[in-house]
């Protein structure tokens, strides 16, 4: 009966997680590593949100895309760009600049024709390849993720992406490796798709810090991890004034509650 | 309990509106001067907290709504643009996903509190059953509410729950297609779990009128079991007294409330429903929000047919049956003893029933043939603690009834106070 085989099969897909539990039992648990945005007043290292998005620019988006992205969120409030004097976004001449390094096809005009133009600040960053089936075709047949929600869909977050990007070690013999994988301990079952993407001086940083693979790794895992959550500061900021706010409040409440009750006993 | 109404309308206008419609006098006699036993303590404070969180969840919710688009290709989309690009939408949107926690917390606590006291027994069965049914509700919004984000364990969650109604005979498939309004869950099921969301919960705003006018009449129970005899000695009235005790707890648990939504935003969450749902990938765990992992565990802990009945029925009617159980409750304690402070036996019974909760939705978040002590799989735990969490409602509370002593009682609510040592 269909019935029974789909709830046969829900069952046993949450059974498999035994043996899929076990296969990732055996990936290293993610190195802890010390981030500037951790903790209740963590915030953005802000140059290293800035060197991370040269990273992901130069390296990781030639496979990976960020379709949440657009050109002005590197311009708003707690972006690696925001400029004093420029409240909107749109306006920012670092971001405008950034954008109109890309040609993105808009269109159709009025003689039904598609066109190229230079990027502006509301374009979203430009994915790598159209679709599916051409990503897949290109790698192997393995999909290189979209990167803007990455660090939270993982996890082990940031330290599971960092320990990722630096944990490639040759095989061990008895590891069994298709053709274009390679080994990565951090990752569940040990072969990955994705060639070792960091190696020093890869890049040259426009600000002139030594792009060892180290500090790539922290930066782009930096700026990822903004991406994802880039309200973050604005949200701890607030979370502060909220809990101070209630803090004095239900002190206040507390006296009120006594000075009611003083003649009762209860 | 309720007796005569002291509304006194001094101006103008509330005498005139209180011979037309008389709304003033009905919240003054429910919220200002009703009776209110003197001993309650701060595990009363949760019914006021239960209804604060319904009022947040429903005005984040509209809020939401406004931005929300229940579409296969645009709704995981849609909720990341109220996280980045509507203004406070990261607020707005944190608040209501953790909201819906930290209602179920409360519900929990307010549940455990009814039945350690005692609050489903004679004269306040109604008011339970309505409980149940908001409860109930509860579960259904949230599970709705869930696959809204349309993330990979949002629509696998809803995967494995609607397949469950497909285990029942005869109708099964029926019914899950019916609910589906297809043949797997897809853009029809987003639809429509998205306008049930929308509905269920003002149908629960509904059923908390009834269940606290089923309130109003008998009265609140209370730490000591034992009726109001004398309003004057026994009973405060409401306002201020309960206001600003029930107003103090609000603050606190908001306080707890805020450190999530600020600082821990997606630790009730899973990581995997950061990822749009896919149809063709199966996460390597599917599990529910922590919420129902209690019942998950006892769903999966049915691993063996019952005669007729084979497993994966068995394990739903056990689900389903574990919340359907609490409708029967108040004629299954045969205790005249309301509070289990009396109860010294039964007590013990009800704390091994708190941690068999607590128990089995550990073991809802484990898989079932991990290892829990050596050869003891969590499977066997789970079905260890599900016999009892049966037997607590089904032999223990009928039982213990009849064979327990219980303790002496104060003769009144007011010398349960003056008279001996809170316990």
């Known amino acids: 009966m269909m019935m029974t085989r789909i709830i046969a099969a829900a069952l046993a897909a949450v059974g498999l997680t035994a043996t899929a539990i076990a296969a990732e039992g055996e990936a290293h648990a993610p190195e802890n590593h010390e981030w500037s945005f951790e903790g ?28 949440l992205m657009r050109f002005r969120n590197l311009g708003q409030k707690g972006g690696p760009f925001e400029a004093e004097g420029y409240p909107n976004p749109n306006d920012n001449p670092i971001v405008m600049q950034i954008a109109a390094g890309y040609q993105i096809e808009d269109g159709p005009n009025d003689d039904g024709d598609m066109f190229m133009r230079d990027g502006i600040a509301s374009d979203a960053f430009p994915a790598p390849f159209e679709n599916e089936q051409l990503a897949r075709a290109s790698n192997g047949g393995a999909l290189p993720p979209d990167l803007s929600l990455i660090v939270k869909a993982r996890s082990g977050g940031a330290d599971y992406i960092r320990s990722l990007l630096l944990g490639y070690t040759d095989a061990p013999e008895d590891s069994h490796l298709s053709p274009g994988q390679h080994y990565n301990e951090y990752f569940p079952g040990g072969a990955i798709a994705m060639a070792p993407p960091l190696m ?56 009120a509650y006594r000075q009611v009750w003083r003649n009762v006993k209860h | 309990m309720s007796g005569p109404s002291t509304y006194d309308p001094k101006t103008g206008i509330e005498k005139w509106l ?80 953790n909201g819906a926690s930290f209602f179920f917390v409360a519900v929990y606590l307010h549940m455990f509190r009814g039945l350690y006291y005692g609050s489903y027994k004679a004269p306040r069965e109604v008011l339970w059953i309505l409980g149940v049914v908001i409860y109930l509700l509860m579960m259904a919004t949230g599970f709705m509410g869930y696959v809204l984000p349309w993330g990979q364990m949002s629509y696998w969650g809803a995967m494995v729950i609607t397949n469950l109604i497909g285990a029942l005979p005869f109708v099964g498939d029926a019914i899950r297609e019916w609910l589906w309004g297809g043949f797997s869950v897809g853009q029809a099921t987003l639809n429509r779990f998205f306008s049930l969301h929308y509905l269920l919960p003002f149908v629960i705003a509904g059923v908390v009128g009834l269940h606290i006018w089923a309130l109003h009449v008998p009265g609140n129970g209370n730490p000591a079991g034992l009726e109001i005899k004398d309003p004057k000695k026994d009973a405060l009235p409401f306002h201020p007294y309960y206001t600003v005790k029930d107003g103090f707890a609000i603050i606190v648990y908001l306080m707890v409330f805020a450190v999530f ?108 043939d991990d290892s829990f002590i050596g050869a003891v799989k969590f499977v066997h735990l789970a079905q260890f603690l599900t016999a009892y969490y049966f037997a607590y409602f089904i032999v223990i509370l009928p039982v213990m009834g009849i064979v327990e002593k219980p303790k002496q009682r104060p003769a009144s609510i007011e010398a349960s106070v003056l008279g001996e040592d809170k316990s």
Not at chain 1, 40 to 66: K, L, N
Not at chain 2, 44 to 49: D, N, Q, V
Not at chain 2, 65 to 94: C, K, N, T
Not at chain 2, 323 to 344: A, C, E, H, N
């Open chain 1, 200 to 255: 020093d001086d890869i890049i040259s940083y426009d600000d002139g810090t030594a792009a060892t693979t180290e500090q790539m790794a922290e930066d782009v895992v930096t700026f990822l991890t903004w991406a994802g959550d880039p309200h973050m500061e604005a949200r701890k900021q607030m979370g502060a004034m909220v809990l101070i706010y209630l803090f004095i409040f239900a002190i206040l409440v507390y006296l």
């Open chain 1, 40 to 67: 209740p007043f963590g915030t953005y290292d802000r140059h290293a949100v800035q060197r991370g998005y040269q990273v992901y620019q130069e390296v990781c988006a030639s496979c990976h895309s960020m379709n």
């Open chain 2, 261 to 368: 939504v600020f600082y821990l935003p997606n630790v009730l969450g899973h990581a995997d429903n950061y990822i749009e749902a896919n149809p063709l990938s199966t996460p390597a765990h599917i599990v529910p929000e922590w919420y129902y992992l209690p019942f998950y565990a006892i769903l999966r802990a049915i691993t063996f047919d019952i005669g007729p009945i084979d497993a994966k029925l068995g394990g739903v009617i056990a689900m389903f049956g574990a919340i359907g159980i609490l409708f029967v409750l108040p004629w299954l304690d045969t205790s005249k003893v309301r509070s289990m402070r009396y109860r010294p036996l039964t007590r013990w019974f009800f704390i091994f029933f708190v941690i068999a909760a607590l128990g089995l939705g550990w073991c809802g978040a484990k898989n079932p």
């Open chain 2, 18 to 97: 209180d011979s037309r419609l008389p709304i003033i006098r009905l919240g003054y006699d429910s919220f200002v001067d009703f009776p209110t036993p003197r001993n309650l303590n701060y595990w009363w404070t949760f019914g006021g907290i239960l209804a604060i969180f319904l009022m947040i969840q429903i005005v984040t919710g509209v809020v939401l709504a406004m931005h929300y688009v229940a579409h296969e290709a645009h709704a995981f989309e849609s909720v990341e643009r109220i996280r980045r690009d509507v203004p406070f939408g990261w607020l707005i949107q944190s608040m209501h996903a």
